[in-house]
């Protein structure tokens, strides 16, 4: 009995169109002989001789062009930049953060144009960890949507006439309010304070509100009831040995996501002594649930009862009802049983932000003595300070009139985010004055008087404290592109303290550095801007000792609870805009370009629910009804999806007015140009559920009740999950329990592939696999450098920042979400997901082929394991695509690598068919040029176009492509160490995607230089290839998955086979 | 832009510039080499021996000096470092204020080599007094590329008047025939028909002939398919007509003092505005021909030569035409050719010393004809003419130059002998079996 593994409910269901599609990689929408036996051909206006004469032109048209050179010019600089030399990279060290995410970064700039992020692993809070979300912002800075200029009524205007009227306007407001985001820049909150004493000077009042869309308010108010200060702690998962997460995504979107990443990944090493023990209760399948090593659904309502269940197991007192079903308790008591070993090195998380959850989570840390090790107070997190409540009561003050004289929006989109969005958006003309500092026009500031758009971040001066320890700088990476002003200078100069100085106004800077001189007298600003840190002791909170809440308001139980999550791409929705983050297959569901309604696939089907869809068969559409509000998404099965409840993704449903927010944010048509309403009215992606978001105790709330009816008609989603698919040869992932991984060998887990051949005595013998071999070995295996890369399957999470890292170092285009569906999607690297159920279904080994039934295999489906699985090009030393090419396009270096040269490729796909990976990626259409991708692909716009890697090709129509290793990258480093005249050093070389990688699960080098990491690391008991027994040499490794779990089906499966293995092999012989 | 700017493609390549009196110049050098050689690698990008440029120019510097009352050995220390001098002489402390910008230090000269470069400075005739050595005109004729030239329109005349000859001849044996009745009554054939029926007669030697012509057109169509896009001679007129041979061959300026960046990145760098403007805030050019050229570099950085001299901060970028133009698809890396391959400029770009116009692409027999280039057959800046020089370009390896050769060297002795043992049947390691004729070594 193997496992099974499987992408998609269709494959394991295998649909007739699933079985159709899978033998056709490329699917066509049009047959060539159903389009040349169409009765229409005839009608065509172009008569074959017309057509051959047009060819004729054109041929010769063509190569009378080819015949001229075109004049190229060559501009340098008038006066070179000290630190710019063209052609070569300059890297500034800098800080992000956008409101949500945090991360120290690297940014590479190209003659001044910033092209590439990068974590910093040498400096900084987050230690090299980044997201996709940081990572895709630096197309953000070219997007062409973004204001040039300050607005009045919907009108340019010169920051002279703004400024002259805001200050006028603001002198004669009464009450003056700030609604911005969580403010960590220390010189920006001085600004704040300056403004604050000098509208107070003036008997006006100054409000400073803080609201982030996604707040976490309740454990605030929860550390706020337990230890008298309204904190959020720093939490170490690197110390922690249990992990108990309840509903918190901590690996996607749950506060400070980067730093809490990289600590995780240092726990999952089944090498080391120790391997952290991940339990994870949660309603929807999360990037975090899908990476533990138990995983239990439970509904919103039944979070309380875990926390009960857990603190009464351990002796600890609670009035909560503790009552689980069989399936949690099970998991539940396996987490007590890890906590009471683990006892203080233990974590327990909760992502609802329900304060009474938050207090039971407070309590369990309590019992277990979290606090002080896992858990510290004092250096707590100063992002999300969002004050739900004054949110709430100043959004109805505006919508019943009572608002303020004069509003500002720093950062903040309220019409769009606000579960009263709408009506207080229509409120907004009865302020006199609204101000927002938006970089576009959007929802919010559409409505505001004026605009005064901030910096892009890559563009200004900014310092942060994003914990109480630790002093951040951000320094610009290129000249502001448009005429734009830092936020730092717009308060100043309004507060009367600066005078507007332009683009090249160093007001920012000034009062950064002030700040810091002020803080660090003995600093030296230039120093520490290189490192972009600096560690610093801030104000101390007074903690009182560990006092018991009030427990009340938890989620009640329904038939139907709604989880609003966060995707780890778009996240609340401030980079909707963004095409790289559009076009991200999702961690879990693998699709792009839209929300929907998760549901579990057993209760779909029960409900009259379409469980499977593909490229032309759409999903089922429901309606959604909460509070009132409906909106109507398409039924996504999502298997481990809580029964009785439903997922929507919130940050969807951007501009849903038109407002001009990006391209990007909105649906286009098949062939080009955005789709309109009946209004004319640009359509928008998904659907707002924000209007949803409730308000529960003074807090904002996720988890929310609804009702849900189905609804007529269906919907095509465009995922990648059903492309690309393993064709049932299950040798591709393997995986393991931390148990059979520490105490049998590797013959358990990760047996070799063995053949069998007659031996000198003619008996037959296993063999390895790699005594048999069509071809000689190329010459990569001892001489000169064999790049190699391993990716350790127990350390990927699956997150995605990879993916973007290779699209932005790449030049890989956008296609949009119609040639996604088709399975065209261009990403040379994609995160496979595995679903990984009980039950053995693959073709050929099945009983009784008739009468077999899935049904058993779907229950144990409901709640499956999930495996990422990162796949790009293998790099085969015995590639079968090359041996197919006719013009030899495609051809192995010395280097080991499977090189494509894109002017010699005349695109056959044959290499594609042979590839035994499916990692090969097709240009059907210029896609920098083509009407059909102008709304989505950057690389169509001027501006877009600054962010291309000039060092690698834009591809055009009718060529193969695929992952090179970042070749460019391989012979820069090599050309360093030349010039330097000494040999690459290990680590020296990254690809984009071990780069990008929070968790170091990818590991890249010379796998001839047998010091390296990859060397060793390919060298581990865990380390297998992909499909190793059809032999074709690869040059990337992957180790085996452990989980740390006890897991009787997989021990029966690698335990009990291994002896019987042994005993066939003696008997034979 | 326009055709007028789709440059002509110079038919006529300047092959031979020898400027006699230039000959003449440079000979002596010869006499002084180290002198030479160092004024050259360290003062010509400031001093010239007859003009004051940056610095004040360096003829009979020496007695200049002892004339005006220097202390005895005042000047090398000057050369050495300035200020020392500068602190200890008045005389050289006067000179330091000749103007604002300041002189480099060589402490490295020694007397002798200071001595060496002055001498070789005294004995540089005066180009002004020398007479036609500036102003001789430039022979700008190319007796080889004329005469393939007239050969090419010779032939085609020689041959359409051949063909007019049979022709002729021809029809002058068919009337004569017909005159005479030798033709029979059935004989009354059209033209066409007597081709006919005189091809099949003649049906080997026609056919042969058939074939050797289709053949032939076939391998012309062929060659001149691999002419498109071959850019050598390719010449586009510049913004500024800026002379190489005086800044590289007159002056004697390394490349790299402008191009410097071709060390370290990808691409040689077109010298940006202000490096011009550390020579050319001094050599103005005032009363000379190219007063106007060097005007437009003022202009570009915005300067003001009039009154104080003062940059106004109005600065214009000066767009260069692209002379060396490689297609998108190719990666090509100036420091890893001039740094770690060692590859002399003029390997790719010829003579610059002698180029006296706008630069054009030198075809391949031109940079043949440089003494210590690879000679190679494929036209310049084509696939085949790099690929023929990785074929031919040795490596250094395990010599202990280059520390990432020598470990690549004892991996490929060490693992592999019989490898390198092929590698070396021609004695050499070359850059091709080292993986130069990979694709993605350029195309990625």
Redesign the interface.
């Known amino acids: 009995m193997a496992r099974k593994y499987w992408k998609g409910l269709e494959e394991l269901k295998e649909t007739p169109e699933f079985i159709k599609h899978k033998e056709n990689e490329f699917p066509s929408q049009q047959t060539v002989e159903a389009f040349l036996s169409s009765d229409n051909l005839d009608e065509t206006s172009t008569g074959r001789r017309d057509f051959l004469k047009f060819l004729g032109f054109s041929v010769a048209a063509a190569t009378l062009a080819a015949c001229e050179a075109p004049v190229t010019k060559a501009v340098p600089y008038v006066v070179k930049p000290e630190h710019v030399t063209p052609g070569m990279p300059t890297w500034y060290a800098s800080t992000y953060y956008d409101g949500s995410s945090y991360a120290s970064i690297l940014v590479k700039t190209r003659e001044g144009r910033p092209i590439f992020i990068k974590g910093n692993k040498d400096f900084g809070l987050t230690k090299g960890a980044v997201n996709p979300q940081i990572i895709a912002s630096i197309l953000g800075l070219y997007d062409s949507a973004r204001l040039t200029g300050p607005m009045e009524k919907g009108n340019s205007v010169s920051w002279a006439t703004v400024d002259g009227s805001i200050t006028k306007s603001l002198k004669s407001a009464k009450s003056v309010t700030l609604l911005s985001n969580t403010i960590i820049s220390p010189t920006l909150q001085k600004q704040i304070n300056d403004m604050s004493m000098t509208l107070s000077a003036n008997g006006q009042t100054f409000n400073h509100i803080q609201y982030d869309a996604v707040s976490y308010s309740a454990i605030r108010n929860a550390n706020a009831q337990n230890f008298g200060a309204a904190v959020i702690p720093s939490y170490n998962f690197s110390k922690a040995q249990t992990i108990v997460s309840i509903g918190a995504d901590f690996l996607g979107t749950w506060l400070l996501a980067t730093e809490y990443t990289k600590q995780y990944g240092l726990t999952r090493n089944p090498d080391s002594k120790s391997m952290s023990k991940h339990f994870q209760f949660e309603s929807f399948m999360s990037l975090a649930g899908s990476n533990a090593d138990y995983r239990a659904m439970a509904k919103p309502s039944e979070y309380a009862a875990v926390l009960s269940y857990l603190i009464k197991g351990l002796n600890g007192k609670c009035a909560v009802k503790s009552d689980l079903d069989s399936a949690t308790k099970k998991i539940a008591d396996q987490a007590l049983l890890s906590l009471k070993s683990s006892k203080a090195k233990s974590l327990v998380v909760c992502g609802s932000n329900n304060t009474g959850l938050q207090l039971l989570t407070n309590q369990l840390n309590q019992l277990l003595g979290a606090y002080g090790t896992t858990i510290d107070l004092s250096n707590d997190l100063k992002l999300f300070k969002s004050d739900d409540a004054k949110v709430i009561t100043l959004a109805a003050d505006v919508i019943s009139g009572k608002g303020p004289d004069a509003l500002m929006f720093l950062g903040v989109n309220p019409v769009y985010s606000l579960p009263n969005g709408e009506a207080f958006g229509k409120a907004l003309k009865n302020i006199k004055t609204s101000i927002s500092f938006a970089a576009y026009s959007d929802e919010t500031a559409s409505l505001c008087t004026y605009i005064c758009p901030d910096h892009h971040a890559l563009e200004t001066w900014a310092d942060y404290m994003p914990t109480n320890n630790h002093y951040a700088i951000a320094q610009p990476t290129i000249r502001p592109l448009h005429d734009t002003a830092s936020i730092i200078e717009t308060f100043s100069v309004w507060a009367g303290k600066s005078i507007r100085l332009g683009k090249d106004s160093q007001t920012a800077y000034n009062l950064v550095k002030e700040n810091y001189e002020k803080r660090f007298p003995m600093g030296d600003f230039a120093y520490s801007t290189h490192n972009s840190c600096e560690a610093i002791t801030g104000e101390v909170n007074t903690l009182t000792a560990f006092k018991e809440g009030n427990v009340t308001n938890l989620p009640a139980s329904s038939d139907l609870e709604v989880i609003l999550y966060q995707k780890s791409a778009i996240g609340d929705g401030r980079q909707a805009n963004n095409p790289w983050l559009q076009e991200m297959p999702d961690p879990i569901t693998k699709a792009t370009w839209d929300n929907y309604i998760t549901m579990n696939p057993v209760e779909m089907k029960s409900q009259g629910f379409v469980t499977t869809y593909d490229q032309e068969h759409g999903l089922s559409l429901a309606t959604v009804t909460v509070n009132g509000n409906k909106v109507t998404l398409p039924v996504y099965p999502l298997p481990g999806q809580a029964l009785k409840t439903i997922g929507i993704a919130v940050g969807y449903g951007r501009g849903a007015n038109g407002e001009v927010i990006g391209k990007a944010a909105f649906q286009t048509k098949e062939y080009g140009g955005h789709a309109v309403d009946a209004n004319g009215t640009l359509k928008p992606i998904g659907v707002n559920v924000f209007r949803f978001v409730s308000n529960e105790n003074g807090c904002l709330n996720y988890d929310v009740i609804g009702k849900l009816s189905k609804e007529e008609g269906s919907y095509s989603i465009a995922a990648t999950q059903i492309h690309h698919t393993v064709m049932a040869r299950h040798s591709i992932v393997r995986e393991t329990t931390l148990p059979i991984f520490t105490q049998k060998g590797k013959e358990a887990y990760n047996p070799a592939h063995t053949l069998q051949k007659l031996n000198s005595e003619g008996h037959h013998e296993e063999v390895p696999n790699s005594e048999f071999d069509l071809w000689d070995a190329h010459p990569v295996e001892k001489i000169g450098h064999r790049w190699g890369m391993t990716v350790d399957l127990s350390s990927c999470i699956g997150c995605g920042s990879c993916l973007i890292a290779c699209q932005s170092e790449n030049n890989v285009p956008v296609v949009g979400k119609d040639e996604v569906r088709r399975g065209r999607e261009m990403h040379w690297l994609r995160i496979d997901r595995y679903f990984a159920s009980d039950e053995e279904a693959t073709i050929g080994q099945r009983k009784d082929k008739d009468t077999f039934s899935y049904d058993k295999a779907e229950i144990a489906a409901e709640n499956p394991k999930v495996i990422h699985m990162p796949m790009m090009c293998h790099h085969c030393n015995h590639a079968p695509c090359e041996t197919v090419c006719p013009v030899a396009a495609t051809t192995h270096s010395n280097e080991g690598l499977n090189q494509m040269a894109y002017n010699r490729c005349i695109g056959t796909r044959y290499c594609a068919n042979n590839c035994p990976y499916k990692v090969r990626r097709f240009n059907w259409f210029n896609y920098p040029s083509y009407k059909k991708f102008t709304e989505v692909n950057p690389a169509q716009d001027d501006l877009g176009r600054m962010v291309l890697n000039p060092d690698v090709t834009v591809r055009t129509r009718g060529v193969m492509e695929k992952c090179s290793f970042c070749v460019q990258r391989i012979q820069a480093t090599k050309l360093v160490a030349k010039k330097e005249s000494r040999t690459i050093q290990d680590g020296e070389f990254a690809t984009a995607c071990s780069d990008a990688c929070p968790t170091n699960a990818i590991v890249v080098g010379d796998w001839n230089d047998v010091k390296s990491a990859v060397y060793s690391s390919s060298k581990n008991d865990r380390a297998y290839q992909a499909l190793e027994e059809i032999g074709v040499k690869p040059n990337v490794w992957y180790k085996v998955k452990v989980r740390n779990e006890e897991n009787d089906l997989l021990a029966s499966l690698q335990v009990a086979k291994t002896p019987a293995h042994h005993e066939e092999k003696k008997a034979h012989h | 832009?326009k055709i007028s700017?789709?440059?002509k493609?110079k038919r006529m390549p300047s092959k031979f510039i020898f400027v006699f009196s230039l000959l003449v110049f440079l000979s002596p050098s010869i006499s002084f080499a180290d002198g030479g050689g160092n004024f050259k690698a360290k003062c010509s990008s400031c001093h010239q021996p007859h003009k004051n440029g940056t610095g004040p120019k360096l003829f009979q510097a020496r007695q200049k000096w002892s004339t005006g009352g220097a202390k005895e050995g005042s000047i090398y220390q000057w050369v050495n470092n300035w200020q020392t001098a500068a602190a200890n002489d008045p005389y050289a402390a006067g000179v330091s204020k000749w103007s604002a910008t300041a002189m480099n230090a060589f402490p490295e000269l020694s007397k002798v080599q200071i001595d060496e470069i002055l001498d070789w400075v005294d004995a540089q005739p005066d180009p002004a007094t020398a007479g036609p050595a500036n102003g001789a005109p430039v022979v700008d004729v190319d007796p080889a590329s004329s005469e393939e030239g007239g050969n090419t329109w010779l032939w085609i005349i020689l041959s359409t008047m051949f063909i007019i000859i049979i022709l002729s001849v021809g029809g002058v044996r068919r009337q004569l025939k017909i005159s005479t009745g030798e033709s029979t009554p059935n004989d009354n054939l059209t033209y066409t028909e007597e081709f006919k029926a005189w091809a099949w007669k003649y049906r080997l030697p026609v056919g042969l002939g058939t074939l050797v012509i289709f053949l032939s057109l076939i391998v012309t169509l062929f060659q001149g398919l691999g002419r498109?896009?071959v850019?050598e001679n390719?010449q586009?007129s510049q913004p500024i007509a800026f002379p190489h041979d005086k800044h590289a061959g007159v002056n004697g300026i390394d490349c790299k003092y402008c191009h410097n960046?071709v060390t370290?990145?990808?691409?040689a760098?077109?010298?940006?505005?202000?490096?011009c403007m550390n020579c050319h805030k001094q050599i103005n050019g005032e009363g000379k021909p190219y007063a106007a050229e060097v005007k437009k570099i003022y202009s570009?950085?915005?300067y003001d030569p009039t009154g104080s001299g003062k940059y106004t901060g109005n600065?214009?970028?000066?767009?260069?035409?692209?002379v060396h133009?490689l297609p998108?698809?190719v990666?090509f890396?100036h420091?890893?050719h001039v740094?770690?391959g060692g590859i002399d400029c003029k390997q790719c770009h010829g003579d610059m010393t002698k180029m006296s116009e706008a630069v054009k692409v030198q075809p391949v027999e031109e940079l043949n004809k440089i003494e210590g280039n690879i000679k190679l057959s494929k036209p310049t800046l084509t696939m085949g003419w790099c690929i023929e020089c990785h074929g031919a370009k040795e490596v250094s390896l395990g010599d202990g130059?280059?520390?990432?050769?020598d470990?690549?060297h004892r991996?490929?002795r060490d693992?592999?002998k019989s490898?390198y043992k092929k590698y070396l049947k021609d004695g050499k390691v070359t850059v091709s079996e080292?993986?130069g004729w990979?694709?993605?070594?350029c195309?990625?």
Do not use: F
């Open positions: 832009m700017n789709i440059q493609i498109i896009n850019v390719y586009p960046s370290k990145s990808k691409s760098g077109i010298p940006t505005v202000n490096v570009a950085a915005g600065t214009k970028p000066i767009l260069w035409n692209k133009v998108d698809h990666y890396n420091s890893q740094v770690v130059k280059n520390g990432y050769y470990e690549i991996r490929l693992n592999d490898l080292l993986g990979e694709c993605a070594k195309h990625y």
